[in-house]
């Protein structure tokens, strides 16, 4: 088959959480190439939903969406699938909000606009480091 290679490893899994289809679609079109992307959540409830069933390897959350919002979905997340790497998706990094994502679990924020490559490199960064702050807990 053209373009399968066994060898290679399998893409690691994303979830995106953000309550604007635009953003889902456009951040899923940004990133498939580089992440399977297992599920494209609305909402905190839907994000939960969909970490449970997935067990995806990185999350990247959006900081204001309805149920709850970003610190509901990272609780959430948290408990239903603690392997999961969490990313804060934000429009203002000087949201009050951020610093209290960042205390309940995320690995780390970036602010919407951010670059594809730029946002791949991140996500990638959480995951490898997701491991290390597990094992040093």
């Avoid at 599920?39 to 970490?51: H, K, S």
């Avoid at 449970?52 to 709850?68: C, F, K, S, T, Y």
């Avoid at 000087?94 to 960042?102: E, I, K, S, T």
Wanted: proline letters at 7%.
């Amino acid at each position: 088959m053209l373009g399968f290679d066994p060898i290679s490893p399998a893409q690691p899994t994303l979830l995106i959480a953000d309550d604007d289809p635009v953003v889902r679609s456009m951040l899923s079109l940004t990133l498939d190439r580089q992440f399977d992307i297992v599920g494209a959540a609305r909402d905190a409830d839907q994000a939960i939903a969909l970490a449970q069933a997935a067990q995806p390897d990185v999350a990247l959350i959006d900081v204001q969406m309805p149920g709850g919002g970003g610190l509901r979905a990272i609780h959430g997340i948290g408990d239903v699938s603690p392997a999961t790497a969490a990313v804060v998706l934000s429009a203002d990094e000087f949201d009050p909000m951020v610093r209290q994502l960042m205390i309940a679990g995320a690995m780390t924020y970036v602010r919407k606009g951010i670059a594809p490559v730029a946002l791949a490199d991140v996500l990638h960064r959480a995951m490898q480091a997701r491991p290390a702050l597990a094992a040093a807990a």
